[in-house]
């Protein structure tokens, strides 16, 4: 379809959003080196990424029908550079350009001038791979725009390259097991790209056998040809661990059961790096890659009656992973690590009911589930971490014990807060409410064990969410900062606006619905009435009670209102469930163990190779030249105890074989 009035198709529009960012972050690179003003870099980045905006709202408007178009890159190989611009996609695209744009606006203050060629450099990179991989049909491009995002989000993590405290996670000298529970920026951008490019070897395996079997690897060659891939994994007895492997990448990078760990500790770098890599990019990204795959292959499994067991079981996984993130966010102390604790507990929600619907072949359900509560969540849960990033900055703590009564100070980010955590505790008739509501239906199609565990998860949601909410903005002030106000308003109205968004995306959900089942393609769901209201009791009694519990200690001490955990079960949630601790006394430590072993066994090796032979063979060569002294009758008499050894082994050999 050509949008009317700018003659370009979709494709063109598609491809436009995707150059934009990264021509954007050549021009940083430029300015860099001509030395330019970090404001010209910060507004160079900004307006790259609001052309992607631009371009990405024409991209939906053109999107009906779909088109798929591009060119050939690697022919040899069944490899095409072709991008997919549906209502789907289009959806996705626009969310992602048009909430890294109300960021990008929002970091010209919050980073200033310290490193900021090399955070808009990166940033733009990060916008324009994500919305790359969201606008692919190849996997091959996919996978290329899946890695930039990899590679920006650990040079954005480990921002802060001079470890300044302030942006550590965790308590600084506490440990458990042994194992350091607090982490730098270096540290926690490694931990970044080593949990998910674990995930991202195992998806390789998984597109390889997709290869294999089909010679090329595309959204449209799925969708054609999925019947006889599902034949030929079912022919090979591999559709489990196919399934695993193929999803792999997506479980590591959107944060589930182990992985989460990667991001829960990715809060080093600066606020705006977690809004964007929670809210728009990155963890959205495995999210996505399932709301894509899924629809596509499930249901020629299901012709086969084959997956339903691991998708079940990557539903458990999912259900697991909300629930346990939730628990932990019941008693963290830092802002932003309340925040990535819910991340993944949402992310973990929308993948458990794509899988779980898949798992009883009602794929579309499942997706129209995950890609609601992406929407819903990606939109409150920016406005949530730019507030942060605005109370931090201007209280100079992480730690919540910090705030409280913030509300008269910073009235503007109280509202905005408050209006994302109602959205966040799923409070009715904010859009997360909805969201959450269509994600759990998909659930409940695995039965009511899943269900009752999405409820369970929805009423720790909605009680750390008002722990948070009122712990911040309510009760005494606890901060050190004399007189704290807002921060201006190029920092405030990004974040005002998302979370009023929040609301009105609400209010006209039953419309946004609408148009969500057109875009998925699914007759129209109802909503079941016992998990609505199951879920805003949940909701509202999780919200209220402990909004009601803490209120009860106003004008208590500092002390008695908030400390770092020393109970069992609470230092048990603090510290993670040990899963941390775990992973390096079983995993980290004994691998670095072993590859010093190795280094010691190479540099051994070395050593007897460069260093003892050569002496060995100088030590020889001074032998060899003292015996060449140039006299004859030396060189005689040699030959002579040559001819008699040489006589007397001969002898000797003769005797023995004789």
């Known amino acids: 379809m050509i949008v009317e009035g700018y003659g370009m198709d979709a494709y063109s529009l598609a491809l436009a959003a995707v150059l934009s960012g990264y021509v954007a972050s050549l021009l940083v690179i430029l300015e860099s080196l001509l030395r330019t003003g970090w404001r010209l870099q910060a507004w160079t980045g900004v307006a790259g990424v609001g052309v992607s905006a631009a371009a990405s709202l024409l991209a939906l408007i053109s999107a009906e029908g779909g088109t798929v178009a591009g060119f050939d890159w690697l022919p040899s190989i069944g490899v095409k550079f072709a991008l997919r611009v549906d209502l789907v996609s289009g959806i996705m695209g626009l969310l992602v350009a048009v909430i890294s744009f109300l960021i990008a606006v929002y970091s010209v203050e919050y980073i200033g001038e310290w490193g900021a060629a090399r955070y808009w450099v990166f940033y733009t990179f990060f916008v324009a791979s994500m919305l790359l991989l969201v606008y692919a049909d190849?996997?091959?491009?996919?996978?290329?725009?899946?890695?930039?995002?990899?590679?920006?989000?650990?040079?954005?993590?480990?921002?802060?390259?001079?470890?300044?405290?302030?942006?550590?996670?965790?308590?600084?000298?506490?440990?458990?097991?042994?194992?350091?529970?607090?982490?730098?920026?270096?540290?926690?951008?490694?931990?970044?790209?080593?949990?998910?490019?674990?995930?991202?070897?195992?998806?390789?395996?998984?597109?390889?056998?997709?290869?294999?079997?089909?010679?090329?690897?595309?959204?449209?060659?799925?969708?054609?040809?999925?019947?006889?891939?599902?034949?030929?994994?079912?022919?090979?007895?591999?559709?489990?661990?196919?399934?695993?492997?193929?999803?792999?990448?997506?479980?590591?990078?959107?944060?589930?059961?182990?992985?989460?760990?990667?991001?829960?500790?990715?809060?080093?770098?600066?606020?705006?790096?977690?809004?964007?890599?929670?809210?728009?990019?990155?963890?959205?990204?495995?999210?996505?890659?399932?709301?894509?795959?899924?629809?596509?292959?499930?249901?020629?499994?299901?012709?086969?009656?084959?997956?339903?067991?691991?998708?079940?079981?990557?539903?458990?996984?999912?259900?697991?992973?909300a629930f346990m993130t939730a628990t932990m966010a019941l008693v963290a102390r830092e802002l932003k690590l309340i925040l990535a604790y819910s991340t993944a507990s949402q992310l973990s929600y929308m993948l458990a009911a794509v899988f779980a619907a898949a798992s009883h072949n009602d794929v579309g359900e499942g997706v129209l589930g995950g890609l609601a509560h992406l929407l819903s969540h990606a939109v409150f849960k920016a406005s949530l971490f730019l507030v942060a990033g605005a109370l931090i900055h201007e209280l100079h703590s992480r730690y919540i014990d910090h705030m409280g009564g913030l509300r008269r100070f910073m009235p503007l980010s109280f509202i905005s807060f408050m209006l994302a955590s109602l959205s966040l505790a799923a409070i009715p008739p904010f859009s997360g409410w909805w969201s959450k509501d269509e994600a759990i239906e998909a659930i409940s199609a695995m039965g009511h064990l899943a269900s009752g565990v999405a409820l369970v998860t929805a009423l720790l949601t909605a009680a750390y969410t008002g722990r948070m909410l009122f712990l911040v903005f309510f009760n005494g002030y606890r901060?050190?900062?004399?007189?704290?106000?807002?921060?201006?308003?190029?920092?405030?109205?990004?974040?005002?606006?998302?979370?009023?968004?929040?609301?009105?995306?609400?209010?006209?959900?039953?419309?946004?619905?609408?148009?969500?089942?057109?875009?998925?393609?699914?007759e129209a769901v109802k909503a079941s009435p016992p998990i609505v209201l199951a879920g805003t009791i949940a909701s509202v009694a999780g919200m209220g009670g402990t909004i009601a519990y803490y209120a009860r200690k106003t004008g208590l001490p500092e002390a008695s209102v908030l400390r770092a955990p020393t109970g069992v079960v609470a230092g048990f949630l603090y510290d993670r469930w040990l899963i941390n601790s775990l992973i390096y006394r079983l995993i980290v430590y004994p691998g670095r163990n072993a590859a010093i072993a190795l280094r010691r066994i190479d540099s051994a090796v070395d050593e007897a190779i460069h260093v003892f032979l050569p002496r060995i063979g100088v030590s020889m060569s001074a032998i060899v030249r003292r015996l060449q002294t140039g006299d004859v009758r030396d060189y005689l008499s040699y030959f002579m105890v040559g001819v008699i050894l040489t006589a007397l082994i001969s002898a000797l050999v003769v005797k023995l074989t004789g």
Do not use: C, N
């Open 479 to 522: 901060g050190h900062v004399a007189h704290p106000h807002e921060p201006s308003w190029i920092m405030v109205a990004p974040y005002l606006v998302l979370g009023v968004a929040s609301l009105a995306m609400g209010l006209t959900w039953p419309w946004i619905k609408t148009f969500l089942i057109h875009a998925v393609g699914v």
């Open 138 to 321: 190849d996997l091959v491009t996919f996978f290329i725009g899946w890695e930039g995002t990899g590679l920006s989000s650990w040079a954005l993590i480990g921002f802060y390259y001079d470890e300044r405290e302030d942006a550590w996670v965790g308590d600084p000298g506490r440990r458990r097991l042994g194992v350091p529970m607090w982490f730098t920026p270096t540290h926690s951008a490694l931990r970044a790209i080593a949990f998910t490019r674990l995930g991202d070897i195992a998806m390789l395996i998984g597109m390889g056998v997709a290869y294999a079997a089909l010679g090329a690897v595309s959204l449209t060659i799925l969708a054609e040809k999925g019947p006889l891939l599902a034949a030929l994994v079912k022919g090979a007895g591999i559709i489990p661990l196919w399934l695993i492997l193929f999803y792999m990448g997506a479980l590591a990078k959107s944060a589930q059961f182990p992985f989460h760990e990667w991001l829960v500790t990715a809060m080093t770098g600066p606020t705006s790096v977690s809004a964007l890599i929670h809210a728009a990019t990155m963890v959205k990204a495995g999210v996505y890659y399932a709301l894509r795959i899924t629809p596509v292959i499930a249901p020629f499994l299901a012709a086969h009656a084959l997956g339903a067991e691991a998708y079940s079981g990557l539903a458990w996984l999912s259900l697991i992973t």
